[in-house]
C-alpha cells in the first residue's frame, strides 16, 4: 500500500462529518453530491483530483445517514475556531448521472439515506448527481484556525498549507481494487470515467 504525498496549493471538499468518517474508516468509497448554492454559473464539478476532507458538522445531517450516530460527538457547524483534517482523497474514477435508477444502484456503497438522495437529484434545473469514487489516506491529525471563508454552501475551499502531507491509505490496494470493481459493475457499461 503505497502512501500518497499530497502537495501545495491545498484544496479541501467539504463534506458532512458522517460521511467524512464512513470514508475514513473504509467503509465508503463514493461521493455523490449535487453541488451547493455558492458554486456559482456553472455549478459544480469535481474540479481537483486530491484534495482533504473538510468535515461539517451540524445535526440535521444524522437524519440523512443510514448508521447508528449514538457514539458521535453531536455539535453545530458554527460557531467554530478550529478545523481538523484526518484524511484526503484520490478520485479515481468519476460520472454524472442523470439516471435515478444508476443512482439506486449504488446504495450498498454508501451511508446516505435514498430520499436524501432523491431530494438532490431533483433539485435545480437538471435531474442528477456528480460521483466520485475515491481512494481514502489517513493523515496525521492537524487542525489550523477557521476562517469566515471557509463558511457557506461552497464545496471547495483553499487552505494555507505550504508543506507536503503524506498520508497512507485506509484499505489494502486489493480491498479498493475490489470495490472499485463493484461500483463499476452496479452502473450501465462505461458510465464511470477513469480520472
Not at 16 to 21: E, K, L, N, Q, V
Not at 64 to 86: A, C
Not at 127 to 137: E, G, K, N
Request: glycine fraction near 6%; aromatic fraction near 12%; hydrophobic fraction near 40%.
Amino acid at each position: 500500500m503505497k502512501p500518497l504525498t499530497l502537495q501545495p496549493p491545498f484544496t479541501a471538499f467539504k463534506e458532512w462529518h458522517a460521511i467524512c468518517d464512513a470514508l475514513s474508516s473504509g467503509q465508503q468509497h463514493v461521493i455523490l453530491r449535487k453541488g451547493g448554492i455558492a458554486e456559482g454559473r456553472e455549478g459544480f464539478a469535481f474540479q481537483h483530483r486530491e484534495f482533504l476532507l473538510f468535515p461539517t458538522f451540524f445535526h440535521a445531517q444524522y437524519e440523512g445517514i443510514r448508521t447508528s450516530t449514538d457514539h458521535r460527538i453531536l455539535r453545530n457547524e458554527e460557531p467554530r475556531d478550529q478545523v481538523t483534517f484526518t484524511a484526503g482523497c484520490q478520485i479515481v474514477g468519476k460520472a454524472v448521472i442523470s439516471d435515478w435508477e444508476l443512482v439506486e444502484r449504488l446504495q450498498p456503497f454508501h451511508i446516505w439515506k435514498g430520499e436524501l438522495l432523491r431530494e438532490r437529484f431533483d433539485y435545480g434545473d437538471h435531474q442528477a448527481l456528480h460521483l466520485a469514487v475515491v481512494r481514502t489516506f489517513r493523515l496525521e491529525s492537524m487542525s489550523i484556525p477557521f476562517e469566515k471563508r471557509y463558511g457557506g454552501c461552497r464545496s471547495w475551499v483553499s487552505l494555507p498549507l505550504t508543506e507536503p502531507i503524506i498520508a497512507k491509505p485506509v484499505v489494502s490496494d486489493d480491498v479498493f481494487r475490489s470495490a472499485y470493481k463493484e461500483i463499476d459493475s452496479a452502473l450501465t457499461k462505461n458510465v464511470l470515467k477513469k480520472y
